[in-house]
């Protein structure tokens, strides 16, 4: 397993923005990170702009001058967005592609159709690790909402049953598989290999969803026995359609980008020679930019097409995709400027100077960090994007599968114990027609699930690679 060593931290860091000692730099972390906390949940500041007063906190703080601070700060959210924005953006567009043409449905359709009933939440958190892929977690709640409450009224099934695996599927690819933002940063973060982590992520991810989704649904039912709230059943997209993609071209559509990643890890491995001709190819043909472009403009013949689109309403619906994702790329963005407001203080050989003398493993130490701010802040984003900046410079030194490893336990910690602080209890809470208690109870149990069982995978990996 790997342990903190003073030799992890790369010679060549980036210049401190402060010569800050340990004790003040300290305080300036816990200032900067208190101040967000406190404008994200008692004021209901956005995350956005909360990050931007926090990481000026931080310097003001370490005693870094206001112009350095700035520049640190400026940096990291132009480098973070160069990184990841466009991958975001290209995730969103697949996604909307996929539930307006009636493909998440036709997937939703086809498995519910085969599965017997007490394969039903077997189905449900296959149904919802598909869709769950290229889709962000609040436009997968929306999207499934409605066959969640449809099986659950028709079957005569308890809503925590058939809800709780499809919640379960959804969380997990969120916080462990990128194209999700959270990954994508930490991955940027910490130098780890995106196919690698995209590899390990889904060895991580299959018996987290398993426990946490069909298995504690079983408890979940018996704690929480409601039924799907009537009112709550919105019609779907695909019902005004006059055809639709069908099953095997949806799913093939959805996991191409995850196939040309998982190729050019493999090939990575295989050959592992930059200067072949066979590797240099996949190194392009699975880099992220290239694997989710291609998905995309496949989708519009695949998926677009075949739902009878035209080219002007494949444009209108690529551009409907953007819009909602301007407030995620902000947040994303001012959560590198804090990472590099962070590294540049000098925060990360604060970290490795304080712990060098523990025995705690750095994937447990990352992974309690960002379980720290996720209660803090309620945000999933934010606790991996804080984490990530936090223990990046333990990554130096680390072999490939190791750094997977590290954004692995940063993401599994981000998901820990969602509460009042956090949307997305609110959101599961209004569509599944519960109450505080109930929502904590079931939903905030299965994320704390999904937290620890991921931690205890990436250890137990972590034994063997």
């Not at 099934?157 to 930490?186: D, E, K, T, Y």
């Not at 002007?312 to 959560?335: D, M, Q, W, Y």
């Not at 991996?384 to 990046?392: E, M, Y």
Request: proline share 5%.
């Amino acid at each position: 397993m790997t342990h903190l060593s003073v030799e992890m931290l790369a010679a060549d860091a980036a210049e401190p923005i402060t010569t800050a000692g340990h004790a003040q730099l300290g305080i300036a972390v816990l200032a900067g990170i208190a101040v967000i906390v406190l404008l994200i949940t008692k004021f209901k500041l956005h995350a956005f702009l909360a990050l931007i007063i926090g990481s000026l906190v931080l310097g003001a703080v370490a005693g870094a001058p206001l112009d350095k601070t700035i520049t640190s700060f400026s940096a990291g959210l132009g480098t973070t967005v160069a990184g990841t924005g466009v991958l975001i953006a290209l995730g969103a567009v697949l996604g909307r592609l996929l539930a307006d043409s009636g493909g998440a449905d036709q997937i939703v359709d086809t498995i519910l159709a085969k599965a017997s009933r007490k394969a039903m939440p077997w189905a449900m958190v296959l149904i919802a690790g598909i869709v769950g892929l290229p889709i962000f977690f609040e436009v997968g709640i929306v999207l499934l909402i409605p066959v969640v409450l449809l099986v659950a009224k028709r079957g005569n099934f308890s809503l925590m049953r058939i809800g709780i695996p499809a919640l379960a599927g959804l969380s997990v690819m969120h916080g462990l598989i990128p194209p999700h933002p959270g990954p994508l940063v930490a991955i940027d973060a910490v130098g780890a290999n995106l196919g690698v982590t995209l590899a390990l992520g889904v060895v991580v991810a299959i018996p987290t969803m398993i426990i946490a989704g069909p298995v504690f649904s079983r408890y979940a039912a018996r704690w929480v026995d409601i039924q799907p709230p009537e009112n709550l059943v919105p019609e779907r997209t695909s019902d005004d359609l006059e055809k639709r993609p069908g099953f095997g071209i949806t799913v093939t559509t959805v996991l191409l980008p995850v196939v040309m990643m998982l190729a050019k890890a493999l090939v990575d491995i295989v050959v592992d020679n930059p200067e072949h001709t066979v590797q240099r190819v996949f190194d392009v043909v699975g880099s992220p930019l290239i694997a989710l472009l291609t998905a995309v403009l496949v989708a519009m013949f695949t998926l677009g097409r075949a739902a009878g689109f035209t080219r002007g309403r494949i444009a209108a619906t690529v551009e409907k995709s953007l819009g909602p994702i301007a407030g995620v790329l902000l947040i994303v963005g001012a959560g590198g400027g804090f990472k590099q407001t962070l590294v540049d203080a000098g925060v990360g050989q604060m970290i490795l100077d304080i712990s060098k003398g523990w025995n705690i493993s750095t994937l447990l130490l990352a992974w309690l960090i960002a379980v720290t701010i996720r209660l803090a802040t309620g945000s999933a984003t934010v606790a991996t994007i804080s984490a990530a900046g936090l223990v990046a410079p333990l990554a130096a030194g680390m072999s490939a599968p190791h750094a997977a490893l590290l954004v692995l336990a940063i993401g599994s910690g981000s998901l820990f114990f969602s509460h009042v602080n956090d949307a997305g209890f609110w959101l599961v809470k209004e569509y599944f027609g519960m109450n505080v208690g109930q929502t904590l109870k079931t939903w905030s149990v299965m994320e704390t699930l999904i937290s620890v069982v991921g931690i205890v995978c990436v250890l137990l990996l972590s034994l063997v690679l």
